[in-house]
């Protein structure tokens, strides 16, 4: 799976994914204020997972966890 993280999600996101190993496009490293348009656009042509929400709502538990996002539901583990 290849994610599109939203600008509003910042940097450290992006660069902690990365670190696992994780495809991952940051919107404010390669697209800085591109519109919705444009990112929705990027995340079609690449395949990518745009992890705005879910990132948004579970940002304070995400780090050194694993967050697995399905269209029905969030589950969050602990590593280790």
Do not use: P, W
């Not at 697209?31 to 348009?37: L, Q, R, T, V, Y």
């Not at 948004?56 to 029905?72: C, Q, W």
Request: with cysteine; proline share 0%; charged share 30%.
């Amino acid at each position: 799976m290849k994610f599109l993280v939203d600008e509003s999600v910042g940097i450290a996101v992006s660069q902690k994914l990365r670190q696992m190993n994780l495809d991952v496009v940051s919107v404010i490293q390669t697209m800085k204020g591109a519109s919705d348009e444009e990112v929705i656009r990027r995340e079609i042509e690449d395949n990518r997972v745009i992890m705005h929400a879910c990132i948004k709502k579970y940002k304070e538990t995400i780090l050194g966890n694993i967050l697995v996002a399905s269209e029905k539901k969030i589950r969050i583990r602990r590593l280790g």
